[in-house]
């Protein structure tokens, strides 16, 4: 009997134990940003490029064999777009532990359209808890159906020419959430949801460029759909432009 109440109370202990650690406060999300009064006093500037080691692959072809008359025909694949200088579209570049700092430049609302039977924009950055529309402006039906760990997941069937609404704090947290069609699988678009304002996307030549960044020394973090997740530390001065060059590898 004292052996059976000594397991009882070593269990109750564990159990107590792992009650503490599962629902101690803030212990799963970082505190939120802040937006300075007046803004950053003497901020620097991050300006690089991302870019491919090595020759480009041939553009993988995507089949289309639904709906061709309005999505047209077979495509290249968006997943992997390259300029002619070896200029990486569509990676995204971020600093993530700056607490304070500059005023948001991604909008309080956002627009995520199906036009063509291809997401447009096929990577939008998103404000935390933002509000916003979801659009087909298809004269065919889609099956808008996101994937995310918790962020925002809905599987939705649209009509030809429709719309819904994404509630202000539906979306809960900052995160990558995919974005696809049941009914045209070729259809892939990805949702980035910010932790502060210092992420952007390099554009069509690989060129970034973030603003009013606080002195310090950062972790800059790239990600991209394809070629993954990758990060460097970068030093900010206080009103310099550091200049930096990103390759990844496929």
């Known amino acids: 009997m004292t052996e059976q109440r000594g397991m009882k109370i070593m269990r109750s202990h564990i159990l107590i134990s792992i009650c503490i650690l ?3 406060p803030g212990s799963a999300e970082p505190a939120s940003y802040t937006v300075l009064e007046g803004g950053v006093d003497n901020g620097g500037t991050l300006r690089g490029r991302i870019t491919l080691d090595g020759s480009p692959p041939l553009p993988k072809i995507l089949t289309v064999d639904e709906d061709v008359e309005v999505c047209g025909g077979d495509r290249p694949s968006g997943e992997l777009v390259i300029s002619d200088s070896g200029g990486l579209t569509n990676a995204v570049i971020s600093i993530d532990e700056i607490p304070a700092g500059k005023e948001w430049g991604v909008p309080d609302e956002f627009v995520y359209d ?3 039977c291809e997401f447009v924009p096929r990577v939008l950055l998103i404000k935390p808890k933002a509000a916003g529309v979801v659009l087909n ?5 889609h099956n808008f159906h996101t994937i995310s760990p918790g962020i925002y997941n809905v599987n939705k069937k649209m009509k030809a020419e429709a719309s819904f609404t994404v509630a202000q704090n539906k979306i809960r947290r900052p995160g990558i959430v995919r974005a696809k069609c049941d009914l045209h699988s070729w259809m892939k678009g990805w ?5 502060t304002p210092y992420t952007v996307l390099s554009d069509e030549d690989g060129n970034f460029s973030i603003t009013d960044i606080p002195p310090g020394t950062y972790t800059l973090k790239i990600w991209h759909e394809k070629l993954g997740e990758t990060d460097r530390t970068v030093t900010i001065n206080a009103g310099e432009t550091t200049e930096t060059e990103v390759t990844l590898e496929l």
């Open 22 to 24: 599962v629902f101690v």
């Open 114 to 116: 199906q036009k063509k």
């Open 191 to 195: 949702w980035i949801v910010t932790k």
């Open 137 to 141: 402006s298809d004269p065919v039906g």
